[in-house]
Structures are given as C-alpha cells and as structure tokens.
C-alpha cells in the first residue's frame, strides 16, 4: 500500500473527522460533545448536502457557523407522507397515543419511522416525514482530522472504521 499525502484542506474524496454541535429551534437535539467526532467521505452525499457543501476548503482545526435551509437539509414537509391507516391493522398491544413514534415495516421488510399523528375510531393518521423536515438547521463545527480516502473506501464511497469493515 503506498503513502498518501495527507490532504490539507477538505476537497471531495478525504475522509473528514468532525465535531458538531446541531441546534434546531434554538435548541441543541444532537452534538459530539464527549464522544467521538463524525468521519465520513467528503463528495459522497454521506452527510446531508448543505453541511457538505460548507466543509469545503477547511483545515484541521478550522471551526464554523452553518445555517442550513430545509431544502439543503432533512427538506419540506410531504403531504403524501402523512396517511391514514385503519385501526383494525394495528395489533392490539400496540400503544396509540398522538406523538409516539411506531417502527414500520413496508411491504418490502424496510423499517421505518412514524410518528402517530391522531388516533380517531376506526383510523391512524401516521407522519412519516422526518423529525426535522423543515426546520432550518443551525450547526457549529469544527474540523478536527483530514486523511486521504483507502482505495476501498473510494469504490465504496464511505468510510471504513472500527464500526463498519467489510
Ligand atoms: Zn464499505
């Protein structure tokens, strides 16, 4: 395997190590502080586009501000992603209270996240569009590593760490 030169500054295809701390609504809902950073493929689509598209030309030890607009982040609402189902489909031990979240499996055995919407005599309105669809997207990051992508991880177009080797 022959040495590569560590990159410099983020540009597609360097693995990225970063901090991040996202607030949505004036509130912090998910943040690397005390764990680890964040590493992913830089040009891949791994992380939501607006986030990617603000990481160029970084360096190590860089930090910035990113807001991001819904369309560039988890996008807008989908009509057509909220539906009612009939209540006879829900198996009786399940709890069907407005706000719980239920996994559900599509025909294909894909798992998926609905959030329970209203629960009315004979249906079920479930939301599944994401939690944060349409929020504007407010991160503090920080670029804490750079290295140059495997030749595997480039044909894979993602990261291979501890978690995911294959
Ligand atoms: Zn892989």
Redesign the pocket.
């Known amino acids: 395997m022959s040495e590569q030169p560590t990159p410099e500054i983020v540009s597609d295809d360097v693995v990225v190590s970063l901090d991040y701390t996202l607030q949505v609504d004036g509130e912090v809902i998910d943040s690397t502080s005390g764990s680890k950073p964040i590493e992913f493929l830089q040009g891949h689509g791994n992380i939501i586009s607006g986030l990617e598209e603000a990481l160029y030309d970084m360096k190590v030890n860089d930090s910035k501000h990113v807001i991001i607009a819904p369309e560039d982040g988890y996008g807008q609402i989908d009509e057509d992603a909220i539906i009612d189902v009939p209540i006879e489909e829900f198996p009786p031990e399940i709890n069907l209270q407005p706000g719980v979240t239920l996994q559900v499996q599509d025909n294909d055995g894909h798992v998926m996240l609905a959030k329970i919407v209203n629960v009315a005599d004979e249906t079920v309105v479930l939301d599944f569009n994401h939690p944060l669809a349409s929020k504007e997207l407010h991160f503090d990051v920080k670029v804490v590593g750079l290295r140059a992508a495997t030749k595997?991880?480039m044909e894979?177009g993602?990261v291979?760490d501890d978690e995911?080797v294959?």
Do not use: L
């Open positions: 595997e991880e894979h993602h291979h995911h294959h």
